[in-house]
């Protein structure tokens, strides 16, 4: 499992023009599922994310975390942060998550994340989504389950 988590001052999420999700300060995450992926990695990575300590305190210092400024959570599910590019120009996908195996783990990861955090907006899984964000620092961190 892949989290890209993006540190935004606003985010959003539409779909056919017409969003769908949005959100203030917080994480814009994009979400990729293999297919070896459980619930259990699922809890590991939210846990991760939920006590990531990358906004700043008074002092400058990446010392708080989502809770600690009131943080908002965008999820977006994306297939594609499992491409393997290693043969020719065209990705393969074949590490990505079965459609309904993944879209399970992100609906779990939603559900888990809305008992923690006050406002998790979602984006719409397998659709053609326009996504906005401002990135605040920029501050990108990914979360791979095989390197945690």
Known sequence: MKFVI???????????GTVIGKIGKGFMVLIGVAESDT??????????????????????????????????????????????????????????GNPDKANALYEYIISKCKEQVGIVQTGSFGADMKISLINDGPFTIILDSEKL
């Open 6 to 16: 993006q540190r935004v001052t606003e985010s959003s999420v539409s779909v056919d």
């Open 39 to 96: 619930e259990e990695i699922a809890d590991k990575l939210i846990r991760k994310l939920i006590g990531l300590r990358i906004f700043e305190d008074e002092n400058g210092k990446t010392n708080l975390s989502l809770a600690d400024v009131d943080g908002e959570l965008l999820l977006i599910s994306q297939f594609t942060l499992y491409a393997n590019c290693k043969k020719g120009n065209r990705p393969s996908f074949i590490d990505a």
